[in-house]
């Protein structure tokens, strides 16, 4: 089964970085579209960033773009994503998901339509000064 743990979060001041990993297991890592989402305090999920299995073509919620990069090393199963230049309003805890995850409300649905629930424990990143 479908198994991810994220790690790399804490706290850092605006204008910092951060890196999370995810390293996943139980599926050909390699073949798969992997993403990372994030639940600000008392919101919803919100997709954040997806990349293609070969690492090739990679996508961004808008507000992240030219601040975040994604990367993937498929020798070590592990999705990175690389947080410049952080704001507060990018406090939130983060998750990675297999495949192509887009969100609304609560829940994120993979392609096909059907509910992503193969979450792992998260990493915690807070922005504050």
């Known amino acids: 089964q479908v198994q991810v743990v994220e790690s790399g979060g804490g706290l850092v001041q605006p204008g910092g970085s951060l890196r999370l990993s995810c390293v996943a297991s139980?599926?050909?890592?390699?073949?798969?579209?992997m993403s990372w989402v994030r639940q600000k305090p008392g919101k919803g999920l919100e997709w954040v960033a997806d990349i293609k299995s070969r690492g090739d073509r990679s996508y961004y919620k808008d507000s992240v773009k030219g601040r975040f990069t994604i990367s993937r090393d498929n020798a070590k199963n592990t999705v990175y994503l690389q947080m410049n230049s952080l704001h507060p309003a990018d406090t939130a805890v983060y998750y990675c998901?297999?495949?192509?995850?887009?969100?609304?409300?609560?829940?994120?649905?993979?392609?096909?339509?059907?509910?992503?629930?193969?979450w792992g424990p998260g990493t915690q990143v807070a922005v504050s000064a």
């Open positions: 139980g599926f050909t890592f390699s073949n798969a579209t």
């Open positions: 998901g297999k495949g192509q995850l887009r969100c609304s409300g609560i829940d994120c649905f993979a392609a096909g339509g059907y509910r992503y629930d193969d």
